[in-house]
């Protein structure tokens, strides 16, 4: 599948990858740390209301994770800004994917998960 024009604006400005379907992206980054540890680090999913609750959102976060882990990444961070209006089932998607809330900085709550 060619980059959507949004996949290439994410490329190109942020500096992100992107993992798209026809019904969904996920934006992501590989963070290698000073520490040794590498982390994938989730910036957003989003999947068509219509598609919702039908198993796409988990497809794309395979595909990611398939990503991490060819990266060796030792863990998945994510953030959840509760200010916006999917920010509750953000949080039960985050929770069903075994992330762990870790803190929250500036309004923004912190998820980790241990790869491997």
Known sequence: MEKS???KYVEEREGQE?????YGFI???ILNLPSGETYLFVHDIYVDKTQRFTGEAMRLVDKVLEIAAQH???FAV?????????????MKFQLHMQMRITG???GMIYL?????
Do not use: F
């Open 5 to 7: 024009l949004y996949g």
């Open 72 to 74: 060796q990444c030792d």
């Open 27 to 29: 934006t992501y980054s």
């Open 78 to 90: 994510a953030t959840i800004d509760p200010k916006t209006k999917t920010a509750t089932e953000a």
């Open 18 to 22: 992107i993992v798209e379907s026809d």
């Open 112 to 116: 980790k998960r241990q790869l491997r």
């Open 104 to 106: 929250v900085l500036d």
